[in-house]
């Protein structure tokens, strides 16, 4: 089936610039999410891309897509201390219906 | 507007018990979805309402989980009789329908953490 992998954990400073990769097996896939999820709260969607861009940029964060290797990044410029949470990269599934197909999630921590 | 939501937040029972999860979707959004994560994987679909019909249940582990969505508003997700591999945390999320269109951004909830003994 599809799948989405990402690496399990990061640890920054503050003020570096964090970067959580993720890889698709879903060459089809449309759409490409990054959601953050924070402690006792639900998936808050940070951002997304199509598939037919190479990257995004949106305040602090921006987003790489490589198709071809079929990779994805996040990167958080300036990370703050309220950027500490679980981040999930996402495909849009491409056999319709809008299903997103999760990778595990990259536990950020910051510390000063 | 309010968010989705869902209940409980937490849920403890005994293998062999009976739970029913509630979601709550944003009011209008005729797509509600439920997804699970267990121990600290990846978030993993289960099924797929639109209004009240299942338009995608491929998701589902078994037949011991039964989403009903009756009315077309909030969804159940009931797990009869639980096992120990369905503890984790069960996420619903809904988003407008957008005929023809592959974009469609899913609010989620907050989850409901299920622990089974």
Redesign the interface.
């Given at each position: 089936g599809e799948d989405?992998e990402q690496s399990?954990f990061l640890s920054v400073r503050e003020g570096d610039s964090s970067v959580i990769n993720c890889t698709y097996t879903d060459s089809s896939s449309?759409?490409l999410y990054w959601?953050k999820q924070e402690p006792?709260?639900?998936?808050?969607?940070l951002t997304?891309i199509?598939s037919n861009m190479d990257m995004k940029q949106d305040q602090r964060l921006t987003v790489l897509l490589n198709k071809k290797d079929k990779h994805l990044s996040l990167r958080i410029a300036d990370t703050q201390t309220g950027d500490s949470a679980i981040y999930?990269c996402?495909a849009?599934?491409s056999g319709?219906?809008?299903?997103?197909?999760?990778?595990?999630?990259t536990r950020l921590a910051v510390h000063p | 507007e309010a968010?989705?939501t869902q209940f409980p937040s937490h849920s403890v029972i005994e293998k062999g018990q009976t739970v029913t999860l509630r979601c709550d979707p944003i009011s209008g959004h005729d797509?509600l979805?439920w997804?699970r994560r267990v121990m600290?994987?990846?978030?993993?679909?289960l099924l797929?309402f639109v209004k009240e019909s299942k338009?995608?249940e491929?998701?589902m582990p078994n037949n011991r989980f039964l989403a009903e969505r009756t009315g077309g508003t909030y969804s159940t997700l009931k797990v009869q009789p639980a096992e120990l591999e369905d503890s984790g945390v069960y996420?619903c999320?809904s988003?407008q329908w957008t005929s023809g269109s592959?974009?469609?951004?899913?609010?989620?909830?907050?989850?409901t953490r299920l622990t089974v003994l």
């Open positions: 989405v399990l449309t759409y959601y006792g709260a639900g998936l808050q969607l997304y199509f999930f996402a849009l599934f319709g219906y809008n299903k997103l197909i999760f990778g595990a999630g | 968010g989705v797509n979805y997804y600290g994987k990846e978030i993993k679909f797929h338009q995608d491929s998701g996420f999320a988003s592959a974009y469609n951004e899913q609010f989620f909830g907050p989850g």
